[in-house]
Structures are given as C-alpha cells and as structure tokens.
C-alpha cells in the first residue's frame, strides 16, 4: 500500500512541476509578446485611419505615412480643449470610455446609441495636405448593432460636414446582412454625403428603399437593427453631446495643437 501511494505522490508532484513550469513559460511568452502585439495594434489602426481618410495604398509605408499626413491631437470632450499632457501615441479611446475615472455614464434619455458611457477625451486625427495644411479630420464613432458594438472611423472634408469616408473596422455583425457594413461598393455610396443640414443639425440618415438626397444612404437590406444601429451612432456622435461643438471649434480654427 506504500509503494502505491508513494507512486501516486510522485505523479502528482511531477504534473504540478510540469503545470507550474508551462505556467511559467505561458506568462513569459505573454510578456514577451505584449510590446510586438501593442505595435501591431498601433499599426493597424493607422491602417485603418488612412483607409477611413482615402489615403492608404496598396504596399505604401503606412508608419511614415501617417506621420507625415496625420496630425494627432487628444481633446478633451467636456471642454474641446486641446490637452497637451496627453501623448496620442499612449493614449486608447476605448480605455478611456470603460475608465470610470476618464468617462461619463450617459442616461437612458440620451444615450441613443446604447454606449453606455461616453469618454471623456478622444483622439482626433487631423488630416494634413502635402503642403502641412489641414484638409479634413477623421473621428471615432461607436454604437451598438445587433449583436454588439460596431466601431468605426469617420473621415469628413475640409468643410466638416462631407463624407470623404468611413470605416467600421471592428464588428459582430452578421456575415451577408449587417455585415455589409464593411462591403466596399455600400461603404463608397457615403462619400460626398453631407452630415449636417442648413440649420447645422445633424440630417443624415439611412433610409429604406433608394437613397436619393445628399443627406442619404441606403439602409442594409435585412438588417434594420443594424442600419438603426449606425443611423443612431451618427446622430449622438455627430450632435452637440459629442463633435458638434469640436466640429464647430475646428472650423473657426480655433482648435490647434499649441
């Protein structure tokens, strides 16, 4: 009987140095990785940031690129003042959102766009011409869809209010139906759209059954929820809860990076 529990001592004591050691090199690993994994994420939203202005190319040296175009900025959201102790190389949008200490709980009455709470600060990327000056803005936008939360980039021409692009990068949505929020040919029909109307309230809207005006886009066919979805993420980001007032500061110019 003691050779056997002596035999059944040895197996555990061996499966738990062999667990602590995989659990040793696992956390290693992860460690490791983390500065290669925080680069490649950098990476690819840049990538995404110059899709959502129509600068990316095929093969292009996106780094370098979007120094030499992007023109970062963290603004605060309560104030739309430029916050100079904030490096926007550092800074995450959806960090800031889930921060109690750098977000606001939305109410109900407001929060049509189901985020639940609304950062404080955010990042906005300036679109900079090849002579340094700024000829459009690129903004993000979050919303709830219909299995979770679609997030996305905005890029608006110099004027504020035209489409030059969008980008919803990161979804659930359902591949054929709300996922077509991705598909090319329906993500081109927003250029050249207006946003706000002559009295400066926001007017786009998706809308069933051909998309005729310039405020207009034609809603996913099958997927209200998630053409709701991003009509309602437009109307909150675009209003005066959130880039209005930013929108108007950067248009008197009174919006600089000091």
Known sequence: MSNKNESLGKTIGVVLALCLVCSILVA????????MQEKNAAL?????????A??????????????????ALVVSLKDYQVLQDKDPKEFDNRKAAGDPETSTKLDKSEDIAGLGTMENMT?????????GQRNGAVLHIRGQGLWGTMYGLISLEDDLNTVRGVNFYEHAETPGLGGEITNPSWVKTWEGKEIFGDDGKVKFDLVKGGASGEHEVDALSGATLTSNGVDALIDFWMGDKAYGPLLEKLRKGELTNG
Not at 44 to 52: D, K, T, W
Not at 54 to 71: A, F, K, Q, T, W
Not at 123 to 131: F, G, I, S
């Open 44 to 52: 690819a939203m840049q990538r995404n940031i110059l899709n959502a």
């Open 54 to 71: 129509g600068i990316l190319e095929e093969g292009m040296d996106i780094p370098s690129v979007y120094d030499e175009r992007i023109n």
């Open 123 to 131: 990042e906005v990327y300036l679109v900079m011409d090849e002579n």
């Open 28 to 35: 290693g690993s992860a460690v490791a990785l983390k500065p």
